[in-house]
């Protein structure tokens, strides 16, 4: 890394999902104390399907906003409920002070492989960022796939379905987890060629368990190279090692973006500060003065 990179501040954000039992959210709230002082854009909550965390989400992004300095994000998704319901599930959040939502179509119901709109719901996350707009003047973040979204019909529908969610009033594209930055790269090449000038954070997923990135990654359409899957073979029972070629992994991934001019970056943390935290500081990231007492808890 030059000194110019080491220099640029970047920016980071956070990715969580809400707590079932007090000891994950003893760990939720460990992770965000330990992120909190980097100073993050945003956190961001995830929703289930078929809205199954629904409370848990909106209880989890409300004591965020309640009870630390950090920006709350709330995933909401098209899955399971009414236009009506979806509205008003929006406008609780808004009058809660949570402003930015992260828009997905989402997926499908439990028991079912296919997904299925709601016969009175939003089709799609271009009709729920277009229902959004409606509410309120929501910050809006949605998805993108570098590797093509599973069920898209080829790379330029795909890449046409996230130009038609930016111009419905996205104002962020959050990519799904890769590992092959030069996927990522020419997708940027791609969505700026389409007109799509609005940041494409990249989305990172530091390894702490192949066999369930493995399960992602099958369910998400994301690649998994060879040389990764060979960086994780026979440390099944050696979590210690695990952890360190996750982290090495993951940093070398980050300083290559970084190196190619990018400065921002969502990380899916998996309610696990440690792994992000030192990518943060391979990448020159430094805890901001003041923060750990404005994210303590209550």
Known sequence: MNNSQASRRIEVSFEFFPPKTEKMEAQLWSAIERLAPLGPRFVSVTYG?????????HATVE?????????PA????????????IDEVARRYHEAGIHHIVALRGD???GETEYRPHPDGYPHAVDLVAGLTRIANFEISVAAYSEVHPEALNAAADLDNLKRKI??????????????????LRFIEKARAAGITLPIVPGILPVTNFNTVARFASACGANIPAWLASQFEGLDDDP???KLVAASVAAEQCRSLQAAGIEEFHFYTLNRADLTYAICRVLGLRPEAG????????
């Not at 399907?49 to 989400?57: H, I, L, Q, W």
């Not at 709330?74 to 319901?85: D, I, M, P, W």
């Not at 111009?167 to 990522?184: H, K, V």
């Not at 923060?291 to 209550?298: D, G, I, M, N, R």
């Open 49 to 57: 399907a078929g809205g199954s965390t629904r409370e848990r989400t």
């Open 63 to 71: 004591r965020i906003r309640r009870e630390t300095n950090l920006e």
């Open 74 to 85: 709330a995933h909401l998704t098209c899955v399971g409920a009414s236009r009506a319901e």
């Open 108 to 110: 499908p119901l439990d």
């Open 167 to 184: 111009d419905a009033g996205a104002t962020r594209a959050i990519t799904q987890f890769f590992f092959d930055n030069a996927d990522y």
């Open 240 to 242: 210690e090692t695990r």
């Open 291 to 298: 923060v750990p007492a404005q994210a303590a808890l209550a």
